[in-house]
């Protein structure tokens, strides 16, 4: 089991940058792939980012490809995303999540999700 609680989101403007974290407690944070997944209003979620247990092997969408990086602080037991060049698109609540290996990530699914934080991009 673990609780996963994102903080970091807001409001910027299109080319700014934000960075989103996750902590994770309840359970063994070094056990767990970590990524992170996004929202749209009236859209699925999608997958966004990944990262394996240990920090490397990191994976990401397209369209993030280049802009956004996933990286993890196994001591602190958090994930962060830092988004860069920001775009309107890139608006929606975004959600950490965990789950054994990072391929289940990849493949959009998880075992553990977080509440969401809310990024909005304008225009």
């Known amino acids: 089991q673990v609780q996963l609680a994102e903080s970091g989101g807001g409001l910027v403007q299109a080319g700014g940058s934000l960075r989103l974290s996750c902590a994770a407690s309840?359970?063994?944070?070094?056990?767990?792939?970590m990524g992170w997944f996004r929202q749209a209003p009236e859209k699925e979620r999608e997958f966004v980012a990944a990262?394996?247990?240990?920090?490397?092997?990191?994976y990401y969408a397209d369209s993030v490809k280049g802009r956004f990086s996933i990286s993890r602080d196994n001591a602190k037991n958090t994930v962060y995303l830092q988004m860069n060049s920001l775009k309107p698109e890139d608006t929606a609540v975004y959600y950490c999540?965990?789950?054994?290996?990072?391929?289940?990530?990849?493949?959009?699914?998880?075992?553990?999700w977080g509440q969401g934080t809310q990024v909005t991009v304008s225009s």
């Open positions: 309840g359970g063994s944070f070094n056990s767990y792939a």
């Open positions: 990262i394996s247990t240990s920090g490397g092997l990191p």
């Open positions: 999540a965990a789950a054994r290996v990072s391929s289940t990530l990849v493949r959009g699914r998880a075992g553990y």
